[in-house]
């Protein structure tokens, strides 16, 4: 690597007017752009077609099975598909905001994959505020999802817009509540930090704690399920209610963005319960035996498998049983969460 | 306390749920594989309308019963001179006293109803088990079945086609 | 104030939506327009006729006999259904009687489209509550019974079966234990659909207390079968006019009762139509029991043209959504002279407005599936 | 009760406006003039002994010298059935409405409106239902003549 930027200086009249750390810079970022730009597309693929597989096989059904065997590269034929659509952009739109919208939707949940710890040594960048890091971001989505609504000049768009807001903004808080119950313990707000803190085996994991954090976990869990549009929350999108919600109107490249970006962020909020709650990449054994990718994808995937199975079980709520959940049941709950987590460092 | 009841029963109804969509993960799937497989159809089964011309004596029985009228029959009396003709050995050698000039079948006019081949006397009217005839063109669903022409027309286009070098010529 | 395209005057805080002619939700092409406050619906006006195709006046230029497959359109769900209530009417008519195995084989048929019908309603209103799962279960359930229809009939949705006198055929050797298997195969099934969806609290939160159709207001508005019966009244033309012989049958009438929140709610007909199937169930099993063994089901049938008497009737059936109707009148011709169907979700629709003003459109949406209404019914 | 005693029964209240009674008919069945309808309509859905509480269908049909309104009634309380009939003039068809009495008459109203023209007084909401707003003539009426096209749509 190191070798391939010394001969592109060497070779280019403009990279030797620049400083040399700069160059050395630029080219990490670029590299780790192209990375997780590959993983995070692989990943929003191959959720898709986990996502349709299960759902086959959950109604008596196979699913997709014509692509590739078993369809395995049915996400490949729908991207090909999606990104070779009419660019359709409503004649009443605002364009510009409507062209901006997935943009930022889809670079939100991308910039939170910067602080996933994969592994051990496996991270882009170790912030020190990691958890918060991740908080702030992935309210950015909102701020697209808000533009997309609006800019499509359409009534159903704007109410998934105006649900996703109130949605979005209400389960922050409990999932805010019950990330500090993890923070009570390991005082750092850094992923790798917290991780490290459960390293040991099982029962140093932070949901098997103690009861409260048992209890927190599942708080996140839902609240997260709301945070990223799931069923039973998936009012913002709502396909029988607002037709299509928030992207009613997109097609082609610009609803793949939205899509990516939706499963993008479910792996996000699965990853990051992961590493607050389920020992990240840690192994079950003190002795971790496999590589701490392993374990932390494991752990991920069943939480995304989860979040899949869900979704075919479940029925959709209503907006006001949506706050009712946040405001009333997950945000008691949480503030228990932290109390009781309190109380139980200190005796 | 209602309150944690509802959302004991919630937590419980959930899982409850759940426990029934993984129970069908492992259940065999009872979707066929459509264009590779397909069922066998019925032995009543109605699809596509065929008719054997060769087996129809012109009787319009199935274009008077058409609730839709969709089938549309020209038949024109043979010639007393000419060679007599019967239907096939299986509907019995019945003369076919008309010749059937037109036999068109809008199948796009058609609902499928099988009132038409109730009424057929000789069962040269059918409906064969084919149901996979989508086209592009509401046009192509027209089907003509009749082969036969009529004498006169045929000795028109003859006389027509004998006369044309001539009035060129002229 | 009614709700026109145009000249509406609105608060500052609503807005007009158009929710149809195409809309996931609205179960075909019907057109609401709703007067919005945020998600509160205020006013609401169906608008129909998108899916008109003029039947009553193609009725009137076929004759008694190929009306059959203009009556299998009607309510494309419940094509056995429509059949029967059209030829009762015309043999009533026409005074025919018919032999008892083809009463026999009717209700069989009309019972088997009962539940397919039902199970239609009930899978998509779990899927416009976004439960999409039970939808495919009840599909797969329905299918067998389609598989049914399709042997002894020819057609899968639109059968031309049951003929004005009789039976278009005879059943197959074999079919009656293939339908004793369904009846065996089926009860189970309603227990799953319960523990899937019926007693799930969050479908319970979202069906329970919505919509509440009182009685009185559901009898004014002509509002008929399960959607009735959920209002708790408790009529069934199966029970209180017994036709084509189920007066032989022993079964109860399912209403609601409010068991999850008040009678007469989105939860309470949903559950009305659970119940019946079961209720429907009973009644196959005695008529298969029963069955005659022996017997010509087109004895009855006219041979040649049939011209009624001079006269006109009104008589109705009980379809799985409600009192289907017919007034017919004849003029001694083979063609009807004036044929006007009754439809039941006519009447549905027309009382939404009474059910769905106050709730939000989520709950429009959920008042719209439980009234289960297919618009092929409504604008004939 | 039996049909023959409800027409009694409406003799009885209404005199000379209770037209015949029609009790051969399969649905027996008594022909009023328009003018009497509401009042008539009144009585039964009120009365306790008859309490018609549900109009099971609206039709009207299109006879060579009149329009006929057919109210097909029945009582979910008392389980018994009757027939009215309003005969109604082709050139001016104008007829009450009964729609304050029976709710589902509304749409029933605005169906043969639509398809047959007739002009129900006092109808809230009298708009064509089935048909497009801007649709000439009145289909189901016997001398309607299929236009051949609608917009510039083939008919």
């Known amino acids: 690597m190191k070798e391939f930027i010394d001969g592109l200086i060497a070779s280019n009249a403009f990279l030797q007017s620049v400083p040399v750390d700069l160059v050395y810079l630029a080219a990490m970022v670029t590299a780790t752009v192209a990375v997780l730009l590959v993983v995070l597309t692989l990943f929003s693929g191959l959720g898709t077609y986990a996502e349709r597989k299960v759902a086959g096989h959950m109604q008596d059904r196979l699913g997709p099975m014509r692509v590739g065997p078993h369809g395995i590269l049915q996400f490949l034929a729908d991207g090909i598909k999606l990104f070779l659509k009419e660019d359709i952009i409503p004649a009443l739109a605002d364009r510009k905001l409507f062209i901006i919208a997935p943009v930022v939707v889809f670079s939100a949940s991308f910039a939170s994959y910067v602080v996933v710890p994969w592994s051990d040594t496996l991270i882009v960048s170790d912030l020190n505020i990691g958890i918060l890091y991740i908080l702030s971001i992935s309210s950015v989505a909102v701020i697209g999802i808000i533009m997309g609504g609006w800019a499509s000049n359409n009534k159903w768009s704007l109410y998934g817009a105006m649900r996703a807001a109130a949605q979005i903004v209400s389960y922050e808080v409990p999932i805010a509540l019950s990330i500090i119950a993890v923070i009570l313990y390991t005082g750092s707000l850094s992923m790798q930090d917290i991780v490290e803190a459960q390293a040991g085996g099982l029962h140093k994991w932070f949901i098997f704690r103690n009861p409260f954090l048992f209890l927190g976990f599942f708080l996140y869990f839902i609240a997260g399920l709301a945070e990223v549009n799931r069923v039973p929350f998936d009012l913002p999108e709502a396909e029988s209610e607002l037709v299509s919600g928030y992207n009613t109107e997109y097609s082609g490249m610009r609803f793949a963005f939205f899509f990516m970006a939706e499963y993008a962020n479910m792996f996000i909020v699965c990853a990051i319960g992961t590493t607050l709650f389920l020992g990240g990449w840690n192994g079950i054994l003190p002795d971790p035996i496999l590589p701490g990718v392993v374990w932390f994808m494991g752990k991920g995937l069943f939480l995304m498998f989860i979040m899949i199975w869900l979704r075919w079980t479940l029925p959709r709520l209503r907006v006001d049983q949506l706050m009712y959940v946040s405001w009333k049941v997950l945000l008691p709950l949480s503030f228990l969460v932290i109390f009781g987590s309190a109380l139980w460092i200190l005796l | 306390m209602n309150y944690l009841r509802e959302i004991g029963q919630a937590v419980w109804t959930v899982l409850v749920g759940m426990k029934v969509t993984i129970g069908h993960l492992f259940v065999p799937a009872v979707t066929l594989q459509y264009p590779d497989v397909k069922w066998t159809t019925p032995e009543r089964w109605r699809g596509r309308l065929h008719n054997n011309i060769d087996d129809c004596i012109g009787c319009q029985a199935c274009s008077r019963i058409c609730p839709v009228s969709c089938i549309t029959i020209k038949a024109e009396k043979r010639g007393k001179d000419e060679e007599p003709v019967f239907t096939s050995e299986e509907s019995g050698k019945k003369p076919r006293k008309l010749r059937v000039t037109q036999y068109d079948i809008d199948l796009s006019l058609c609902c499928f109803c099988g009132f038409c081949t109730e009424q057929c006397p000789t069962e040269c009217l059918r409906m064969i088990p084919d149901y996979e005839f989508s086209v592009y063109d509401k046009k192509e669903l027209v089907c003509s079945y009749a082969v036969e022409k009529s004498p006169e027309k045929i000795s028109e286009k003859i006389s027509e086609k004998e006369g044309e070098p001539e009035g060129s010529s002229g | 104030m009614k709700l026109q395209d145009d000249n509406i005057d609105l608060k500052s805080d609503e807005m007009i939506l158009n929710m149809g002619p195409q809309h996931p939700s609205t179960h075909g092409v019907l057109r609401l327009i709703l007067r919005t406050d945020g998600e509160v619906v205020n006013d609401v006006r169906p608008v129909i006729g998108y899916l008109h195709r003029c039947m009553e006046k193609h009725c009137e230029n076929v004759t008694y006999i190929t009306a059959v497959p203009y009556v299998d359109r009607l309510d494309y769900i419940a094509g056995m259904n429509n059949e029967l209530g059209y030829a009762l009417t015309v043999e009533k008519l026409a005074g025919i009687e018919v032999p008892e195995r083809v009463q026999y084989i009717r209700v069989i048929m009309a019972e088997l489209n009962r539940i397919a019908s039902h199970l239609i309603a009930i899978g998509t209103y779990a899927l416009d509550l976004g439960a999409v799962t039970l939808f495919l279960y009840t599909m797969r359930d329905r299918e067998r019974i389609i598989d049914l229809f399709e042997e002894v009939a020819g057609g899968r949705l639109l059968f031309n079966y049951i003929r004005v006198g009789g039976l278009a055929h005879d059943l197959t050797p074999g079919w009656v234990d293939k339908a004793n298997d369904f009846l065996e195969y089926f009860p189970p099934k309603i227990t799953e659909y319960n523990d899937l969806f019926t007693y799930q609290k969050i479908f319970i939160e979202r069906a329970a207390n919505v919509g509440v159709l009182h009685p009185d207001v559901a009898v004014s508005y002509g509002v008929t079968g399960p959607n009735l019966r959920g209002s708790g009244v408790a009529w069934d033309i199966r029970k209180d006019e017994p036709y084509s012989g189920y007066e032989k049958f022993d079964f109860e009438v399912p209403i609601g009762r409010g068991e999850m929140g008040t009678v007469g709610d989105c939860w309470d007909r949903y559950y009305v139509r659970l119940r019946e199937l079961e209720e429907s169930v009973k009644i196959l099993r005695q008529a298969i029991d029963q069955l005659p063994r022996e017997g010509d089901v087109q004895s009855a049938m006219p041979t040649k043209t049939l011209k009624p008497p001079k006269g006109d009737i009104y008589y109705r059936v009980e379809n799985p959504r409600g009192d289907l109707g017919f007034y017919i009148v004849s003029d001694g011709t083979p063609k009807p002279y004036r044929l006007k169907v009754r439809s039941p979700c006519f009447t549905a629709v027309s009382a939404i407005r009474e059910m769905a003003v106050g709730w939000m459109i989520a709950d429009l949406v959920a008042i719209l599936g439980s009234l289960d209404i297919v618009l092929g019914e409504v604008d004939r | ?155």
């Open chain 4, 1 to 155: 009760m039996e049909p023959s005693k409800i027409y009694e029964l409406l003799k009885k209240r209404f005199g000379e406006k209770v037209g015949e009674f029609d009790a051969e008919a399969i649905d027996p069945c008594v022909t009023v003039d328009t003018g009497s309808l509401p009042d008539l309509a009144r009585f039964l859905f009120e009365d306790e002994t008859l309490a018609f509480d549900s109009l099971m269908c609206l039709s009207a049909v299109d006879y060579p010298e009149t329009l006929l309104l057919v109210y097909s009634l029945h009582s979910l309380k008392n389980f018994h059935k009757f027939t009215v009939k309003v005969e109604v003039s082709k050139d001016s068809p104008r007829v009450p409405s009964v729609e304050s009495i029976w709710k589902t008459a509304n749409w029933h109203e605005r169906e043969a409106f639509d398809l047959f023209g007739v002009e129900f007084q006092d109808h809230p909401d009298l708009t064509r239902i089935l048909l497009p707003e801007d649709w000439e003539g009145y289909p189901l009426r016997k001398d309607y003549e299929t236009p051949d096209e609608y917009r510039g749509m083939d008919i």
